[in-house]
């Protein structure tokens, strides 16, 4: 199979986010946007697969060898030596109710030794901010051009420890004895809605740690690899008998990990 280069699948993840970005930025303030389906503690919408798309069509035609793992759907040869993992709005909450706080994320997974994956490529784009997150593994993660580094502090009484609740009644029960037990301990608690925001928020030094049990890998991957890239840690693991691709994440600079370790 033809290699994909680093800095040409960057490129064309950067090209691709900006699109789909481009498309959530013109809806934005539509106050009402097509729902095709909701429960109680999430929604899909039209945008959501459109964005998807667009997305697919610029990354195919680019590097047609490589299959899709995308929140709105897979496509492609599912034994592929690449995978682009794709989340074409995260924060659809958000951006149904016109909150401009939700992203694009964009990763590129290698196999490697095992037949596992490997994050290369990360790119995690918020139009509203117009904020560009992009790393290439082994390299410095960088915010619209800068290098960016995880912050110094050590102590969770300094720390903004963000949490992610997921979608259903199993992954809120594990998650809110959590969030009673750090927030007295911590300085602030957020819950912004936006996983791959929250991870490239520790990677930028805005955060200490973000944490979330049931998060879906295409919501972490391009994230985890730039707060990798940053300095940070991105701890993952599996969780057995959930959906393909559901883990539990703990996402630090690396000096809190330790004292957060007890709750991933
Ligand atoms: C969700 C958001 C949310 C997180 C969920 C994700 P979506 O993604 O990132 O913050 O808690 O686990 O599934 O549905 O907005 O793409
Ligand atoms: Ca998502």
Redesign the pocket.
């Known amino acids: 199979m033809k290699a994909i280069p680093a800095s040409a699948a960057l490129k064309t993840a950067v090209l691709a986010a900006r699109q789909a970005g481009g498309v959530m930025r013109k809806n934005q303030n539509l106050t009402t946007k097509a729902v095709n389906q909701a429960s109680q503690h ?1 929604i899909k919408l039209e945008l ?1 697969v459109k964005c998807q798309q667009l997305i697919e069509k610029t990354l195919k035609r680019s590097f047609p060898q490589a299959s899709i793992l995308g ?1 709105e759907g897979v496509s492609g040869d599912p034994a592929s030596e690449y995978r682009w993992v794709v ?1 074409p ?6 951006f149904t109710y016109g909150i401009p706080h ?1 992203c694009v994320s964009i990763a590129l997974d290698r196999r490697v030794e095992g037949g596992e994956f490997q994050t290369v490529v990360g790119v995690v784009y918020d139009p509203f901010c117009d904020e560009l997150w992009t790393a290439i593994r082994g390299k410095p993660a960088r915010l619209n051009g800068r290098v960016i580094r995880v912050s110094q502090r050590e102590k969770l009484e300094e720390s903004i420890i963000s949490l ?4 259903h009644r199993s992954t809120l029960n594990r998650m809110l004895p959590v969030f009673n037990t750090l927030v007295p301990k911590v300085r602030k608690i957020r819950i ?5 925001l ?1 991870m490239v928020y520790v990677a930028s030094g805005r955060l200490e740690a973000y944490l ?1 049990y ?3 890998w295409w ?1 972490v991957a391009a994230g985890g690899l730039i707060l990798e890239c940053a300095g940070g840690s991105f701890l993952h693991e599996w969780v057995p008998k959930a959906d393909p691709h559901t883990c539990r994440i703990l996402a630090s600079n690396g000096r809190v990990e330790a004292r957060m370790k007890r709750y991933f």
């Open positions: 999430d959501d929140e989340d709005i995260d924060g659809t909450v958000n939700a992610g609740f997921a979608k912004m809605g936006a996983a791959a929250a979330e049931g998060v879906r919501d």
